[in-house]
C-alpha cells in the first residue's frame, strides 16, 4: 500500500438496501480504480479488532452488532489522493450532514448505520488493507 491508496468496506446496511451495485458505480465514476475486492462477514473479533480506536466510545457495542450482523463488501482503491478523495466522496459520518451528493447522503440511513467506510490516513488505509487482503489479493 501506498500514499495513493484508501480502503472501503460498504456496510451490512447498505448490502442489505441492495445498494452495492450502485455504490461501486460511484466509486469508479470518480475514478477510484479497485485493486483488490471481497465479499465477506466479519466476526466478533475481526470488528472488535478493526475498531479498536473507539473501544471506549459509548456506542462501540452497537457499532460492533452493526457490523457484524450481515456480510460486507471490502475493498482496496487507487487513485491520486485516495485517502482524502475518498472521504469527501462518501461524505460526513451523520448522513444528515452530509453534502448531496455523496455516497452516505444518497444511501446512509443513521450515523449508525451510515452504509460505507472510508479510512482516514494513509497509514490506516495500510492497516486495514492488510486486515482484509493478503499482498496476493491486490492487483
Ligand atoms: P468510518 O470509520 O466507518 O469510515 O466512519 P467515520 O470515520 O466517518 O466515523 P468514526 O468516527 O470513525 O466512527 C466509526 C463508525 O462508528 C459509527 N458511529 N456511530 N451512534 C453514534 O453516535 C456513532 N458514531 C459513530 C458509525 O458507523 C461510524 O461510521
Ligand atoms: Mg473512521
Redesign the pocket.
Known sequence: MTGNRTFT?I?PDAVENGHIGAILEKITAAGFKIVAMKYTQLSLRDAKAF?A??SE???FG??VE??TRGPIVAAILEKDNAVEDF?AL?G??NPAEAAEGTIRKLFAT?????A?????SDENAAIEGSFHFAGREVY
Not at 110 to 114: D, F, L, P, Q, Y
Not at 116 to 120: E, N, Y
Open positions: 468496506m456496510k475498531y480506536v473507539h466510545r459509548p456506542f452497537e457499532l452493526f457490523m472521504r462518501i460526513a459520518t443513521s450515523i449508525g448505520e451510515n460505507v467506510h472510508g479510512s482516514d
